[in-house]
């Protein structure tokens, strides 16, 4: 047998392998088209393929109360699908009446993520999950425990073999069964997207709208700009880069230093993407923003001289030798019209991403 037959040879062998193996145990791919225009910079890790029944597994964990110690919240709790997958406090109760320690982020296109929580403490959207399940001010359960409260309901196993061929419930199947779900929190049709993705003309004024967001200042040639684009830009309304934005002159809350032990990094928080931004107030990682002004407020006139201040802030002015980003009032109420156009309402009413265990 020639080398590149016995190859071919190998590779039908697997092939029959697989097939006896998903006869045994059918495994329907979910059904996704990832938006074209979000790019393909993303991976759907090879041990964790997204079908359907681990969706369907990941939304059903995703909205059980029973993966908190007292039973008291689930992951839909803090991550509510009307808000676009944030709650609208400040700080999010957990388990016993306790306060988090940072505002929740809103789950949205995670997809193109690589690194999560303000503070990049997790690598992987599983990782994510299982630290939620665990934090004392968060689900407060050890993961044995959730791994035990599932197998013995009797509604889990047989979804579990579904999902993954096993009937047995572990920690890494709970993880992996909530990724699944929480990968496919896509939002890609605001009006923002059909410009984009060329299904509607801009109007004049959206036009003008998207470029003052996206456009960094250069006064001395009269180019004026909002520079959100700087950390909020590309087609994803995030670069998924960490900034110190310039909110205290010593900051309570470290941030990413907290993870790397650098000081270069005290204050540095994930910028997050801004999709559906008019849905998920208050702003900012501790809440301290009620409303979009006052966020624009901040970026325009009371940015703190902190010592690690991102040089993409520090050197941003309209006005030449500037110290503040000097945009006028039309200029915000600009800034807020582009905002309000990143609002998918289509993704708040998907019923693929709702309770499921709530008759619709």
Known sequence: ????????????????????????????????????????????????????????????LFYDK??????????????????????????????????????????????????????GKAN??????????????EMGISLSEAAQRLQNDSRYPAKFRAAFGTETITPDLI????????????????????IIKGEVRATAREQAAIDLFMTHPVPQINLRGGNCGDCHGSN?????????????????????????????????????????????????????FNTLEEVLDHYNDHIQPTANLDPLIIEASNEVNGKTLGLTPQEKQELLFFLNMLTDTDFINDPRFSNP???R
């Not at 029959?16 to 979000?38: E, I, L, M, T, Y």
């Not at 999010?92 to 690589?114: C, E, F, H």
């Not at 032990?261 to 301290?288: C, E, K, V, W």
Request: charged content about 20%; some cysteine; aromatic content about 8%.
């Open 66 to 119: 029973q993966l908190s110690i007292d039973q008291s919240v689930s992951c839909a709790s803090c991550h509510q699908q009307s808000k676009a997958f944030a709650d609208g406090r400040p700080f999010s109760r957990g388990v016993a009446g306790a306060n988090t320690k940072r505002n929740s982020m809103s789950i949205v296109n995670l997809l193109w993520v690589t690194r999560f929580n303000w503070d």
């Open 1 to 60: 047998m020639h080398h590149h037959q016995l190859f071919t040879f190998i590779a039908l062998l697997a092939l029959v392998g697989c097939q006896s193996k998903k006869d045994a145990n059918p495994q329907p791919a979910f059904r996704f088209a990832p938006p074209a225009h979000f790019g393909t910079r993303f991976v759907i890790p090879a041990d964790n393929p997204i079908t359907e029944a681990g969706f369907e597994l990941g939304r059903m």
């Open 175 to 194: 993880g992996k069964a909530l990724a699944q779900f929480e990968r496919m929190l896509i939002s890609s049709n605001s009006r923002f997207d059909k």
């Open 357 to 359: 265990f709530e008759r």
């Open 124 to 137: 992987t959207i599983e990782e994510q999950a299982l630290l939620a399940l665990q934090s004392p001010t």
């Open 236 to 288: 994803l309304t995030t670069l998924n880069t960490f900034h110190n934005t310039g909110l205290d002159l010593i900051p309570k809350d470290l941030g990413l230093a907290l993870i790397t032990g650098r000081l270069s990094d005290q204050g540095r928080f994930r910028a997050p993407s801004l999709r559906n931004i008019t849905l998920t107030a208050p702003y900012m990682h501790d809440g301290r």
